[in-house]
C-alpha cells in the first residue's frame, strides 16, 4: 500500500487580519505557493496554525477552505487531538473530515498519562476515526513524550493508525521505532533542524513549519534525502539552520509569521496568549529571510 504522507509536508499557518479575523486571501496564496513549489501533502489545524485559539466555526471554515483550495492536487491532513479522549473523540464526529486524507493528533498535554493510557487513548481515537490517523509526538509541547514501545505497539495493533509525527529528538527513541516498525507504517520527521538525519535513517520527510516561508528548499531537501542524495539535501539543511534556529527562538508561529511578513506574505499578527517577536528578531528574521530566498 502506498503511504499518502511520504515526502515533504508544511504546518500551515493561519493568517489574520489586523481584526484578527481570518485572512483568507493570504492563506489562499499561501496554499497555492506550496502546491506550485513542490510540497507534497499540507496540515491544516497543526500546532502552527494556532489551532487552540480557533472556534468550531474557524476550524471547518479552515478545514474546508484548505480542501477546496488544493482541489486534489495534494492530499490534506487535519489536526484533531486534545487531553480529553472523548472530546478528541467528539470533534471527529463534529467535524466533517470527507474529503481529508488523514488526522494528526497530538500525544495528550498537561494530564500526563502513563505510557498505557497514551496508548488506550490512541486506540479509542483510531477506532473512531474515519479516516488514518498520524500519531504526533512533541514532549517539548506536551511535558509527556510516547516511549518506542508505546508507538510500535499501537503501529503494529491499530492497522487505522499509519504513522507518527516525531519532534522529540530522542534519536535513539526514533531509531527504535524505524528499526521495529510495521513496512506500512511512516516516521516523519516534526523538526525542521532534522530533516536529513531522521530522512536518512528511513524516514519519510517532514511536516515543516518553516515550508511556510521556503518551500521550495524544504521541498528540494526533502526529496534529495528521500533519494538518497544526502550532498545536495544536506548543503540546504546547513543553510537554513541560522534561519531554522532565528523561527524558533521567540516561539512557534511568531517566528515563521514575522519572516513571512518582512517579504509580504502575511501580516504579523498572532492571537494571545502569544505575541508578536521582539524588534531585534523580528530584524534578524528579515536579513535572514532575505538572503536565503534572494
Known amino acids: 500500500m502506498s503511504k499518502v504522507f511520504h515526502g515533504a509536508g508544511v504546518a500551515l499557518i493561519t493568517?489574520?487580519?489586523?481584526?484578527?479575523?481570518?485572512?483568507?486571501?493570504?492563506?489562499?496564496?499561501?496554499?497555492?505557493?506550496?502546491?506550485?513549489?513542490?510540497?507534497?501533502?499540507?496540515?491544516?489545524?497543526?500546532?502552527?496554525?494556532?489551532?487552540a485559539t480557533l472556534s468550531h466555526v474557524e476550524k471547518q471554515s479552515l478545514v474546508d477552505f484548505v480542501i477546496s483550495r488544493t482541489?486534489?492536487?495534494?492530499?490534506?491532513?487535519?489536526?484533531?487531538?486534545?487531553?480529553?479522549?472523548?472530546?478528541?473523540?467528539?470533534?471527529?464526529?463534529?467535524?466533517?473530515?470527507?474529503?481529508?486524507?488523514?488526522?494528526?493528533?497530538?500525544?495528550?498535554?498537561?494530564?500526563?498519562p502513563s505510557q498505557e493510557g497514551i496508548y488506550q487513548h490512541f486506540r479509542a481515537i483510531a477506532a473512531s476515526s474515519p479516516i488514518p490517523v498520524v500519531l504526533y509526538n512533541v514532549p517539548g509541547r506536551t511535558s509527556t513524550s510516547m516511549s518506542a514501545e508505546t508507538t510500535l505497539r499501537l503501529a503494529h495493533d491499530a492497522a487505522n493508525i499509519v504513522g507518527v509525527k516525531e519532534a522529540s529528538g530522542n534519536f535513539g527513541e526514533i531509531i527504535k521505532i524505524l528499526k521495529g516498525k510495521p513496512d506500512t507504517f511512516s516516521v516523519i520527521s516534526g523538526d525542521d533542524a532534522l530533516i536529513v538525519p531522521i530522512t536518512s535513517l528511513g524516514g519519510?520527510?517532514?511536516?515543516?513549519?518553516?515550508?511556510?516561508?521556503?518551500?521550495?528548499?524544504?521541498?528540494?531537501?526533502?526529496?534529495?534525502a528521500l533519494n538518497g542524495d544526502y550532498p545536495n539535501a544536506a548543503a540546504i539543511q546547513l543553510?537554513?539552520?541560522?534561519?531554522?534556529?532565528?523561527?524558533?527562538?521567540?516561539?512557534?508561529?511568531?517566528?515563521?509569521k514575522a519572516a513571512m511578513h518582512s517579504v509580504g506574505m502575511c501580516e504579523n499578527i498572532v492571537r494571545l496568549p502569544l505575541v508578536p517577536v521582539s524588534e531585534k528578531l523580528y530584524k534578524s528574521l528579515a536579513?535572514?529571510?532575505k538572503l536565503l530566498l534572494h
Open 287 to 289: 536579513e535572514k529571510t
Open 204 to 224: 519519510e520527510g517532514v511536516i515543516s513549519v518553516a515550508a511556510n516561508l521556503a518551500p521550495r528548499l524544504v521541498s528540494a531537501m526533502t526529496h534529495y
Open 71 to 112: 482541489a486534489g492536487k495534494v492530499p490534506v491532513m487535519v489536526g484533531v487531538g486534545g487531553n480529553s479522549t472523548s472530546d478528541v473523540i467528539d470533534q471527529l464526529k463534529a467535524l466533517n473530515l470527507q474529503k481529508a486524507d488523514g488526522i494528526l493528533s497530538v500525544v495528550p498535554f498537561y494530564n500526563k
Open 15 to 51: 493568517p489574520f487580519l489586523s481584526d484578527l479575523q481570518i485572512d483568507y486571501s493570504s492563506l489562499g496564496r499561501l496554499v497555492d505557493a506550496q502546491i506550485e513549489n513542490q510540497m507534497d501533502y499540507l496540515v491544516v489545524l497543526g500546532t502552527t496554525a494556532e489551532t
Open 239 to 256: 543553510d537554513m539552520q541560522s534561519l531554522v534556529d532565528d523561527l524558533f527562538a521567540e516561539g512557534n508561529p511568531p517566528g515563521v
